[in-house]
């Protein structure tokens, strides 16, 4: 890794993006904890959300990251979801091509993978509510479960929970329609 792994910490947002790309560690209270290389169930899961919101983009405008691009949520703290959306006129400025610095995503998508289920759900959760993101979207390959958070004053609340085949369209994203048994593996194995 390059010259950030030969640093002590505590580390701040600097020494977040200056990682190199393959670098999955993600900018905790200060310390730069690995997260879980993502199993063949959830890049497919991130894989199939993102065609769905790239064709929402494509149609309304905006863009999509994946994983890879960093959101700042404060000098010490500093996270990378699965997908993030930005609608038309808050896409990040020019100057923020490592990681978004100054305002925030119009949507986050995590997907749970077995060990990342605390980190995702109260964590990141908590990361994302200070930043007042209005959706965040919580997919669980192994519940075959799908929340749609939305963000208020007093933080996030559940507006739907989708299970199984049941179809997603979420009515802050006119146009989207996503049945859901096209995110979950095959058989029963799970992966």
């Known amino acids: 890794m390059g010259g950030v792994a030969r640093k002590m910490g505590p580390f701040r947002w600097a020494d977040f993006v200056a990682l190199d790309d393959d670098d999955r560690r993600e ?46 949520i404060t000098e010490r703290r500093g996270v990378m979801p699965d997908l993030q959306l ?4 808050n896409e990040p400025d020019v100057d923020q091509e490592d990681g978004l610095v100054r305002g925030r995503p119009d949507l986050v998508v995590e997907v749970i993978s077995p060990n990342s289920r605390r980190y995702d759900r109260v964590v990141k959760l908590g990361y994302y509510a200070s930043l007042e993101i209005p959706e965040y979207w919580i997919v669980d390959p192994e519940t075959k479960t799908l929340e749609r958070l939305t963000y208020s004053k007093k933080g996030y609340v559940i507006a739907s929970t989708h299970e199984g085949a049941t179809t997603f369209a979420p009515p802050s994203f006119p146009g989207v329609r996503l049945p859901l048994e096209k995110l979950w593996p095959r058989g029963s194995e799970g992966a």
């Open 27 to 72: 900018l905790i209270d200060g310390e730069l904890v690995e997260i879980e290389v993502p199993k063949r169930t959830q890049e497919r899961v991130v894989m199939r959300l993102g065609a769905v919101l790239v064709a929402f983009v494509e149609k309304r405008g905006g863009e999509v990251l994946a994983s890879g691009y960093k959101i700042r």
């Open 86 to 89: 930005y609608r038309t006129g």
